[in-house]
T-cell receptor, first 114, second 112 residues
Framework: NAGVTQTPKFQVLKTGQSMTLQCAQD?????MSWYRQDPGMGLRLIHY???????DQGEVPNGYNVSRSTTEDFPLRLLSAAPSQTSVYFC?????????????FGAGSRLTVL | KQEVTQIPAALSVPEGENLVLNCSFT??????LQWFRQDPGKGLTSLLL?????REQTSGRLNASLDKSSGRSTLYIAASQPGDSATYLC???????????FGKGTKLSVKP
């Protein structure tokens, strides 16, 4: 089915470990983004990309790294996990053609850092 | 700073009522505004998107309006049903880069 696929759905890490959250979309969308959702804080933008090879920082980029080597994939890397990065992470994408501006979200990845 | 605010944070209504959810934003030079629904433990589903040049959008029992000059949008839900219970999120895209800023949401509970 067409859409945004995130893996893994659940992950537990120890402080200091690194990991990558995967995000893939098969809709040929140019724009992709990562958000984190925390109770009382809403969704906050981490990083975003307007196309392959182009990325930029959002509101809360510290401790995260991204790259966009293909149109389809936009992985989010946690360099050295901290308990403050315990959150639910959402990847999203949208196209740029007229009528294709709706943002489509993945199902989310729940990360716990001990 | 560009910000999005949603009031109220929570709302409880009896089934059948018409209701309005509010969203306000700083900086009226928006590209578009979207309303989303989120069920507990789930992802976000887009309900309505209003482009900067539009004043409203409708889908079934939902109607979203946009007033850029006052920095406000409303989501009107007609004849509410228990299945409408969810958190409703408003998000604004100021530049066409897919980088939306979200409000904190309104948690709606519709009682049978």
């Amino acid at each position: 089915n067409a859409g945004v696929t995130q893996t893994p759905k659940f992950q537990v890490l120890k402080t200091g470990q690194s990991m990558t959250l995967q995000c893939a979309q098969d809709m040929n969308h140019e724009y992709m983004s990562w958000y984190r959702q925390d109770p009382g804080m809403g969704l906050r933008l981490i990083h975003y990309s307007v196309g392959a090879g182009i990325t930029d920082q959002g509101e809360v980029p510290n401790g995260y790294n991204v790259s966009r080597s293909t149109t389809e994939d936009f992985p989010l890397r946690l360099l050295s996990a901290a308990p403050s990065q315990t959150s639910v992470y959402f990847c999203a994408s949208r196209g740029t053609a007229s009528g294709a501006n709706v943002l489509t979200f993945g199902a989310g990845s729940r990360l716990t850092v001990l | 700073k560009q910000e999005v605010t949603q009031i109220p944070a929570a709302l409880s209504v009896p089934e059948g009522e018409n209701l309005v959810l509010n969203c306000s934003f700083t900086d009226s030079a928006i590209y578009n505004l979207q309303w989303f629904r989120q069920d507990p433990g789930k992802g976000l589903t887009s309900l309505l998107l209003i482009q900067s040049s539009q004043r409203e959008q409708t889908s079934g029992r939902l109607n979203a309006s946009l007033d850029k000059s006052s920095g406000r949008s409303t989501l009107y839900i007609a004849a509410s049903q228990p299945g409408d219970s969810a958190t409703y999120l408003c998000a604004v895209e100021w530049r066409s880069q897919g980088n939306l800023i979200f409000g904190k949401g309104t948690k709606l509970s519709v009682k049978p």
